[in-house]
């Protein structure tokens, strides 16, 4: 059973910074196929892939509205994917989710690419940006 534990967010204020992590366990091929994203959804509004980095070569995906503010890295020693989020706007307030799926890695550095891919989700995570 695959499992996604995601940790950091919170409160923050404008143009600060926070990191959000998200350790894998159990994805046994994950090494030769996964990809892992964050999705975020603000109240009222559907949720989105914000950014997503596949795993066997790092190679990854950002966002055009968070490009140069928000940065995707993995860890694979530690099993984990991070999400750096810089020079926070309040727009940014929203839950965090972490996703993981099998993809190719054309598929997840795709802009297009449907949440419905991610078979696996974390349980979501608070960012709260004040202006």
């Known amino acids: 059973q695959v499992t996604l534990r995601q940790g950091g967010g919170g409160p923050v204020q404008a143009g600060g910074s926070l990191r959000l992590s998200c350790v894998h366990a159990a994805f046994t091929d994950i090494y030769r196929t996964g990809c892992m994203g964050w999705f975020r959804q603000a109240t009222g509004k559907q949720r989105e892939r914000v950014a997503s980095i596949y795993v066997p070569t790092g190679e990854s995906f950002i966002d055009d509205s968070v490009k140069g503010r928000f940065t995707i890295s993995r860890d694979n020693s530690k099993k984990t994917v991070y999400l750096q989020m810089d020079s926070l706007e309040p727009d940014a307030t929203a839950t965090y989710f972490c996703?993981?799926?099998?993809?190719?890695?054309?598929?997840?550095?795709?802009?297009?690419?449907?949440?419905?891919?991610?078979?696996?989700w974390g349980r979501g995570t608070q960012v709260t940006v004040s202006s």
């Open positions: 996703a993981a799926g099998r993809l190719r890695s054309a598929s997840c550095s795709t802009s297009g690419l449907a949440q419905g891919h991610f078979g696996y």
